[in-house]
């Protein structure tokens, strides 16, 4: 059987770009592979945050993944396995300085954080060193397939090569090189403003909730914004086109369908498209939120469980570092 792995920073919440362009798939894919999902709290470290906040958020998201559908086996939080730091040390010195300072993510993180505060922005040797963490998290479950959205592309590429020349200067195939599986889904754009992408960094209103309240999801979309001006003559503005992607997302095909005849009739009228799409996201995001709410009715039983299976899979990452150690000339503790 295969193996998969992904990766979420605990951001916070979670929201319908989220959940079509990265978690359903996830869910999908443990049907079929070896799955490996982790909450990467050492990544968020590398952004300024506040610890109280941050473990928060990595427990949140830990039960966001599990409401979705994630199978509690093979979930884990990523510094509760800390071999994926040592693993990225390992690998930090089959990596060059040149490859890391061409990452795109690199040079917008420390442009935005140079934008907040200036040209004396501290820019960490963590928000540079962290495609090679990536890396780590990656190859120390030999994963064969990444799913990720298109922004990772260059990271996957970096994680190929990192595996590439550990095998070549230790004389063995020993680690797998990551394929990426990007998703089918075109980005969700923002209800507020459908010229950019759905994203919490933008604010409040640009983002739904995907455990939001029932009454705030509908007055999101009842207002969603159907009309952005620049549109040419014939062609479905980008605020119409997402409401009918939202449609077809949730699965609702026969709605989709019947709108879509209205819309080429010239009869359609965005007020239904809205209802429809409200009807969709509350049936998706309801039962979810419900689900939420009972694994948080079992907090302490759920964070056990959550424990338990990252424990476990740290057995398999240990294995891998066993061997690793062995390739590389680290002594044992043992033997
Ligand atoms: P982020 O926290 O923004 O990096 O997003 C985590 C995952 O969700 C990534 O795999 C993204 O590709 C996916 N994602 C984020 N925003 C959207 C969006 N607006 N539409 C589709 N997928 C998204
Ligand atoms: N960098 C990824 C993102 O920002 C998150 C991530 C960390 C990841 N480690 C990973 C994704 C390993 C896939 C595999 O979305």
Redesign the pocket.
Known sequence: MKTVLSG??P?GDL?L??Y????QNWVRLQQEYRCFYGVVDYHSMTMPYKPDQLRENTWKMAFYLLACGVKPENLFIQSLVPEHVELGWILGCVTSYGELSRMTQFKDKSQQLEDNSGKEAFVGAGLFYYPVLQAADILIYRADYVP?????EQHLELSRNIAQRFNYQFGKEYFVAPEPLF?E?????SPADPTR????SLGEKHYINLFGEEDRVRKQIKSAVTDTGDTPAGQMSPGVQNLFELLRACGHLDAHSALMADYEAGALRYSDLKEAVANAVVGLVNPLRERYQELNADKKAVKAQIQASSAEIRKTAQQTLREVRELTGLPGLRG
């Open positions: 979420i920073q951001t929201h770009g989220n079509f362009g990265a978690v990720v959205g298109k922004d990772q998703t889904t075109p980005k969700i754009l992408k759905m994203s919490k």
